[in-house]
């Protein structure tokens, strides 16, 4: 179910005092099975526009589609795109509800018709897929650590099985621990359950492990675009537009530039702890 936005602009409060242009003639596509990093500073129109994925805003202009249709023209459903384009927000425990977790995650799928008699198994579903424990099901979610809540509201949206699936800044807010299990449970989703991720951030450290293809924003406009190789060798500019490189990255950056026969090209720790033994071993 391939996405593409075509030259697609937005306007907060298009006309009033307070107009606010958040999008620019964007142009993106999406393929299956995919998995997208869209980087960028704050403000830099990272939710504006994936809030478009899944129809929840509409263009000021330009058109969105899915599996080639145009998701606003006449006799598309917005629901049924949004049961195969999942979004968490960010910050989604803020949005929990219900009195117990199982509540909480069968919104999503009783809302779209799933009989009752089903509802039990895609909570359990998703509940095993989050890592959470079965037994946490008639708890108060209000009960529950931050990460845990976190895993609640990842469950809810995982409940719809969407085949693609937007997270908006998953791992905000978490501690080390809850950032590596989001991320974990992210790559998974991925790479065992085939489904096409869409991964918000403004941390390069987080995207540049998983994502195969980095999108990067500055001020509505799509600015670079390209695996992290080809990326991060634009240091410079993303440093000037508020972002930067893998710490590690840049490590090996900076010996590269001291004249040490380094290859620059890697961005997690593992590859760049290989290069640095390698250069070791010729010294
Ligand atoms: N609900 C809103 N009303 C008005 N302006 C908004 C609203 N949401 C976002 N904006 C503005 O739109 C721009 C892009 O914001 P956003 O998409 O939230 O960026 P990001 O997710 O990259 O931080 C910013 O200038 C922001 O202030
Ligand atoms: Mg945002």
């Keep these: 179910m391939p996405i593409r936005v075509e030259n697609l602009s937005y306007t907060y409060n298009a006309g009033q005092p307070m107009e606010q242009e958040a999008l620019r003639n964007v142009t993106l596509t999406i393929e299956d099975g995919e998995f997208v990093g869209l980087i960028g500073h704050t403000g830099s129109g990272k939710s504006t526009l994936v809030q478009h994925f899944n129809g929840l805003l509409k263009p000021t202009s330009g058109k969105i589609y899915i599996d080639g249709v145009d998701i606003?023209?006449?006799?598309?459903?917005?629901?049924?795109?949004?049961?195969k384009v999942g979004m968490v927000f960010q910050y989604p425990e803020y949005q929990l509800f219900g009195e117990t977790v199982f509540e909480d995650v069968a919104f999503g799928?009783?809302?779209?018709?799933?009989?009752?008699?089903?509802?039990?198994?895609?909570?359990?579903?998703?509940?095993?897929?989050?890592?959470?424990?079965?037994?946490?099901?008639?708890?108060?979610?209000?009960?529950?650590?931050?990460?845990?809540?976190?895993?609640?509201?990842?469950?809810?949206?995982?409940?719809?099985?969407?085949?693609?699936?937007?997270l908006d800044e998953p791992t905000a807010g978490l501690d080390p621990k809850g950032r590596d299990e989001v991320l974990s449970?992210?790559?998974?989703?991925?790479?065992?359950?085939?489904?096409?991720?869409?991964?918000?951030?403004?941390?390069?450290?987080?995207?540049?492990?998983?994502?195969?293809?980095?999108?990067?924003?500055?001020?509505?406009?799509?600015?670079?675009?390209g695996t992290p190789e080809v990326v991060f060798r634009q240091a410079e500019y993303l440093e000037a537009i508020g972002l930067g490189v893998p710490q590690v990255t840049r490590l090996l950056q900076?010996?590269?530039?001291?004249?040490?026969?380094?290859?620059?090209?890697h961005y997690t720790i593992e590859a760049v702890e290989e290069e640095i033994v390698k250069l070791l071993e010729t010294m």
């Design 254 to 265: 900076v010996l590269k530039k001291q004249g040490f026969a380094v290859d620059p090209d």
């Design 109 to 166: 799928p009783k809302n779209m018709g799933v009989p009752d008699a089903e509802l039990n198994d895609r909570v359990d579903q998703a509940l095993a897929l989050v890592g959470l424990d079965l037994s946490l099901k008639e708890r108060s979610p209000f009960e529950l650590s931050g990460g845990q809540k976190r895993k609640v509201a990842i469950a809810g949206v995982l409940a719809m099985q969407p085949q693609t699936l937007i």
């Design 72 to 83: 606003f023209s006449k006799g598309v459903s917005l629901r049924s795109i949004r049961q």
């Design 185 to 225: 449970l992210v790559a998974h989703l991925h790479q065992r359950e085939h489904k096409t991720i869409i991964l918000v951030s403004h941390s390069m450290e987080d995207v540049a492990r998983l994502a195969q293809r980095l999108v990067v924003m500055a001020h509505g406009e799509i600015v670079l675009e």
